[in-house]
Each structure stands twice: as structure tokens, then as C-alpha cells.
């Protein structure tokens, strides 16, 4: 089993930065793609960014590419969303989750976090 535990959610202006952590515990990721999504009231949940844990390969949505990193320690088993220049757009719950393979859809992540809220104001 794993647990997955997402901080540094918060409200910040518009054009502001945020970092968001994914602590992760239990069986080894090694194999795992680490992947963050979000979701708006009323919107489907959607892919923002993943990252294979061995190699470090990263995936990014369209929608905030040149705006956000991924990143990950592996000493501290930990992947980071570096949020930049952030959008009122970007408001949602963000998710961290682990899945066997590279995808953009959220039915193939297998793990989840309980989700962190970030509000970018305008």
C-alpha cells in the first residue's frame, strides 16, 4: 500500500508562486509514475504535470508549461509541483498520485493524496 500526503496549498495574487510537496510512504515507487491533477468546482479532474521516479522524465499539460516544474527527491521520497506566475485559472484542488504508467488520464493513477487547495486571486 501508499500513502501519499500533498502541502503547501494556499491563496496567493495573481502572477504569485506556490510549491506543492507529495510526501510519499509504503511500497517502493521506484517503478511508479508520480503525477499531479487538479480540479475546479464543477470541472472534471484533469492532468497538470507527472514524473517518472526512476530517471526523472517529466510530462507536462500544455496549459502550464513554462509556469510549473516538477521535481523529485528521492532521499525524501518526495515530489514537488513548483507553481509559477500563477493564473486565477490555475484555482483548484490539486492531487498527487502514483500509477503504473505514463498517462494523462486519472483513472489509471492507482494511489491518491486527499488533495491540497490552491486560490489564485485576481
Known amino acids: 500500500q501508499v500513502q501519499l500526503v500533498e502541502s503547501g496549498g494556499g491563496l496567493v495574487q495573481a502572477g504569485g508562486s506556490l510549491r506543492l510537496s507529495c510526501e510519499a510512504s509504503?511500497?517502493?515507487?521506484?517503478?511508479?509514475?508520480m503525477g499531479w491533477f487538479r480540479q475546479a468546482p464543477g470541472k472534471e479532474r484533469e492532468f497538470v504535470a507527472a514524473?517518472?521516479?526512476?530517471?526523472?522524465?517529466?510530462y507536462y499539460a500544455d496549459s502550464v508549461k513554462g509556469r510549473f516544474t516538477i521535481s523529485r527527491d528521492n532521499s525524501k521520497n518526495t515530489v514537488y509541483l513548483q507553481m509559477n506566475n500563477l493564473k486565477p485559472e490555475d484555482t483548484a484542488l490539486y492531487y498527487c498520485?502514483?500509477?503504473?504508467?505514463?498517462?494523462?488520464?486519472?483513472?489509471?493513477?492507482?494511489?491518491w493524496g486527499q488533495g491540497t487547495q490552491v486560490t489564485a486571486s485576481s
Open positions: 498520485a502514483a500509477g503504473p504508467v505514463t498517462t494523462v488520464s486519472p483513472t489509471v493513477y492507482k494511489y
Open positions: 509504503g511500497r517502493t515507487l521506484s517503478n511508479y509514475i
Open positions: 514524473i517518472r521516479w526512476s530517471g526523472g522524465t517529466t
